[in-house]
């Protein structure tokens, strides 16, 4: 089992910064890619940016030069810096984790509310 857990949500006006934690635990040596998605009530889930266990990272066209994806392999923990932060940046956005099993799986996170408004 892999059980994740988003932090650093809120409330900030646009321009400003955020940073969002995910915190792994259970079989975290099973773990490969860990990414971060986000989704507003009515509209698809989507991608923010991925990053591999060894540091590749892959972001949306529309967070890219903003955002940045980091992870603490010691400590379980997947990051997303988010910088100048627009309107349209507001979700719920939810941590997951490709989980090597005997069958591959994805764990995803409970998500944290992030809401830009001025």
């Known amino acids: 089992q892999v059980q994740l857990v988003e932090s650093g949500g809120g409330l900030v006006q646009p321009g400003k910064s955020l940073r969002l934690s995910c915190a792994a635990s259970?079989?975290?040596?099973?773990?490969?890619?860990m990414g971060w998605y986000r989704r507003t009530p009515g509209k698809q889930r989507e991608l923010v940016a991925v990053?591999?266990?060894?540091?590749?990272?892959n972001y949306a066209d529309s967070v890219k030069g903003r955002f940045t994806i980091s992870r603490d392999n010691a400590k379980s923990t997947v990051y997303l810096q988010m910088r100048s932060l627009e309107p349209e940046d507001t979700a719920v956005y939810y941590c997951?984790?490709?989980?090597?099993?005997?069958?591959?799986?994805?764990?995803w996170g409970q998500g944290t509310q992030v809401t830009v408004s001025s």
């Open positions: 997951n984790a490709e989980v090597y099993d005997v069958v591959p799986f994805i764990s």
């Open positions: 990053v591999t266990r060894s540091g590749s990272t």
């Open positions: 259970g079989s975290v040596g099973s773990i490969n890619t």
